[in-house]
């Protein structure tokens, strides 16, 4: 079992991640066109192209290097409070990456700390129908399941982030355009949960590619 990422694993990880972000465009577009603004599909894959972009360009000495290079294009090239909230939830990480392998503490911890950023910056809270509503289950499972190594970690992470995206749909939205829908914006899932989870699933489906390589 890979309990440890390399940088370049790590890369990898993200490079799938943002690939996911982008092949899901139209569905981001959609869920956000029934409470939002609709563009939340377009400024995600601006985001995460350039995120791409970057990542090959730029070397990195540890994670966090990574992790706030896909922060700071996505602030860069998304547009919106999307932007800024999934940059920031990178950089948050980022800080506490500085290591040269990623094992399955560490990530749990990138999580949580990308997590506090975010609450940070955009004052929401989990409850309110926002990517929070995906991210805070899913650092707390990698936190619980962290002990049973890095794959049963993000697995655990992106099934809590899909059960978070879920329960957004009986949620009543505190920030956004979806908040001036007031009940009218039940049934519907967050956008940023969603991505929130596609993220997170991509990063747990490569752990499991480079188990099996």
Do not use: W
């Amino acid at each position: 079992m890979t309990e440890r990422l390399s940088l370049d694993q790590t890369k990898a990880a993200l490079l799938a991640a943002a690939d996911a972000i982008i092949a899901a465009t139209d569905r981001l577009t959609k869920a956000d066109q029934a409470i939002g603004d609709g563009d939340h599909g377009l400024g995600m894959a601006r985001g995460f192209k350039a995120a791409k972009e970057a990542l090959d360009k730029k070397p990195a000495a540890h994670h966090g290097d990574l992790f706030k290079t896909v922060g700071m294009a996505i602030v860069s090239t998304s547009g919106g409070a999307s932007g800024a909230v999934f940059g920031t939830f990178f950089t948050g990480a980022a800080k506490v990456l500085t290591v040269e392998t990623l094992d399955a503490s560490t990530y749990a911890v990138a999580l949580a700390e990308g997590q506090k950023a975010v609450q940070a910056r955009g004052k929401a809270e989990p409850g309110h129908k926002t990517m929070l509503d995906a991210l805070a289950p899913a650092a707390e499972a990698a936190r619980a399941n962290e002990g049973a190594g890095l794959l049963a970690a993000a697995r655990a992470a992106a099934a809590a982030a899909e059960e978070g995206v879920e329960r957004t749909k009986d949620m009543v939205a505190q920030f956004g355009r979806a908040r001036t829908l007031g009940e009218r914006a039940l049934g519907h899932p967050d956008p940023g949960a969603i991505s929130i989870t596609i993220i997170l699933t991509a990063i747990a489906t490569s752990i499991e590619g480079f188990k099996e390589a």
